[in-house]
Every structure is written in C-alpha cells, then in structure tokens.
DNA sequence: AAAATAACTAAACATTCGTTTAGTTATGGT
DNA sequence: ACCATAACTAAACGAATGTTTAGTTATTTT
C-alpha cells in the first residue's frame, strides 16, 4: 500500500454535479473542474477517467440525492395531494439555492438530445419514466378515475413539470406558485 | 465598386439560425456553420464580424419567421380557442421540421442564462414577454375574467408553453395533444 | 484594356479544450 | 529504515476552437 487519498471521492463528485448543474456539460471545463472540485486534472482523470465518466458520476450523485425525495413522495399518501407537494417541494429546492437553474434532467436531456451519448439518454428518460410511475400511482388512488384518464393526466403532469423546470428561474415565485394552482385545478 | 457577394445575406443567415437551433450556440462550430451555410470562414466574418454577431443575426431571422405566426395568431377573434390553436401550431411546426429540438427561446435562454450576454438575454426574455401580452389580449375578450385571473392565466399559459417546449421531442404527439387539452379544460 | 476594389480560397494564427506524461512527495508494509 | 507504491504537482500534449492574414479571382469603373 502507499499514500491516502486527500480527497473524498463522494465530496468531490457532488461539487462536480453542482458545477455541470449551474453551465451544462459542454461550457464546464476541466478547469473550472479542477478549481470547483479543489483538486488537480490529475486526480479527477485517476478517480473517474474522464470528463466523461466524471458527469456519468455526477449523475449519479444527483439521483441518490434526489431519491430521498422521490421515496418521501412516494410514501406519503394523499393521492392528488402528495403530486402538488412534490411541485412545491421541488420549486422550493431550486430556488433555494438560486444558483442552480431548472433541472439537471431537463438540461442535460436538452444539452444531449442532439448526441448519440445512450448512456446519458437513457440515465435521463428513466428520470423521467420514474417520475410518470410515480404520478400514475397517486392518480390511481382516485378510483373514479379510469385508466386511460390516469395516464392521460400523468402525462400531463410530466409536461408540466417541465415547464416548471424550464422556467423556474426565469418566473417569479408567485407566477410559479399560481401555475401549480392551475395545474391541479381540474385534476 | 468591385465583384458582388455569391450569396443571400437573409438565405445563409436562415440556415445559420436552423444549425443552432439543432445544436445551441457553444455546440455550433465554425466548420459546421461553414458546411451548412455554404459559404467560407472568411465570408462569415466579413458579414457577420464573428460568431456572435452570426448568432444575433440568427436570432432576427428567427424573430421575422415569428412574427408571421404571431400577426396571424394576434388578428384571430376566437380567444381562448386561438390561444390553443397556437399551442397547436407551434407543436406541429415542430414535428414537421423533426430535426429541430424544442423552442429556440427556450433552449437559448437555458444555455445563456449562466452568462452576462445581455444582449442575448433580453432578446429572449422579450420573446416570452411578448408571448405573454398577446395572452392576456386574448384572455381578456371574456369579460367575465377580472384582472387578476387574466395574469394568473397568461403567466400559467407561458409556463405551459415552456413545457411543451422542452417537451416537444421527448414525449410523443398523442401525450402533447392530451397536454393541450388538459392545459385548456379549466381556462 | 487597365486599374481599382471587393469577394473569394485556403492556410496559419493564438487560444482553449480534454488528456497524458514526467517527476516529486508522502505513506504503507516488511 | 527502507523500498514499493499510490497520490500529488505542474508542465506538455495534440486536437479543436474562433479568428485573421496573405494571396487569388472576379467584377465594376474609367
């Protein structure tokens, strides 16, 4: 054996993950990188083998992180209820720290969607297809509602948190919140 | 004088705007825009000063291709039916072109909205401030509707648009269309 | 027809990108 | 204590970026 890692490989991919969050994949550098993350090229490329490998990382961290949310979300038991929540909950997040802009997911499904990077793709569309078995399952607690109607309104509710996302910084709160309001209106 | 340009301003100006509507602007390079305009590196600059020039540029293109769309959907008498109407269209215009990804607005406003280019940025935000005033025009032929509804709609209908937009490609045409209807059922 | 000038081509430019390499420092086991 | 080895620093790498320059071709004016 030899020398210690100085660096957490956890901390430091998390820095990286909020770095990609804030300027996309293309406009963050391995400068910026090495700066942000307080460590050398060196150490980046023998921890994650390239910028590559770093993001798939970063990717990762972010969807252990957003999984505490999505479990709470997913035992909470309110049906309709819990799906607003989650809206309000996920508007909150990012403008709480109002450095981040929107979505990770909808941003990089956009910065990638001209590539051929499968990996990054799929990684991203069962960010999404997760969040729609989630929304289909608090919709079905309404046994009213008929099937086709479910998946019409999980799909509905997708949409719609996308345009949540694409707009959250450029929207104020109160525009925000009144689109939530609309949004489950005739839910 | 001496010998005349080889080619249309507008007409290369247009396939400009097209390739950085497919790719964004960072990810658009100078080869590509030399390859898909026709025209050489040397051209470019004499016409356009440098990339950003090229890209504001693009933007006007952009801007006069809309604002037929918008004449057309302004001098409609039809209200919250031309408004749909509009949603629709701007899908199918969409679909119709398959290589273009989303709205330009929208994805140029994400990919700038980490930079001081002002320029940039208020040409988009003025994009979705114009957007939002033809809505509440719209919104407003119900008399019924006080002040506060018709801006508590417009916003909601902006932020319905962004999530189409960023939608557009990734869902299919049967979810869009549901999303419209949704979107439409409480207005 | 010749001179002047603007538009063309293509190569070179400096800079930045992601990545690698060479050399040093620190820590582990024997 | 010493050697092996892993982690560090910093400089260099080739490729690609946006931009400029030098040299050629074509068109207009006199």
Redesign the pocket.
Known sequence: ???????NEEEVVEKAMRLFWRNG??S???????KEMG?????????F??????FIESIKCYKSKIREMFENFKNASNGIEDIKQFFYDSVSSSFKTDEQKGCLVTNTYNEFSETEDLVIKEEMTSFMDNLKTLFIEKLKTDPSKDEETVLKQANYLVLAKHGLAAAARVNSKKEIEDYIELTFKNL
Not at 1 to 7: D, L, N
Not at 39 to 47: A, C, G, L, R
Not at 49 to 54: A, F, M, Q, T
Request: charged share 25%; aromatic share 12%; no cysteine.
């Open positions: 054996m030899a020398r210690k890692k100085e660096y994949y293309e963050t550098s391995m400068q910026m990188l090495e460590i050398n090229k060196f150490s980046i490329y023998s921890s083998g390239n910028k590559h490998g770093l």
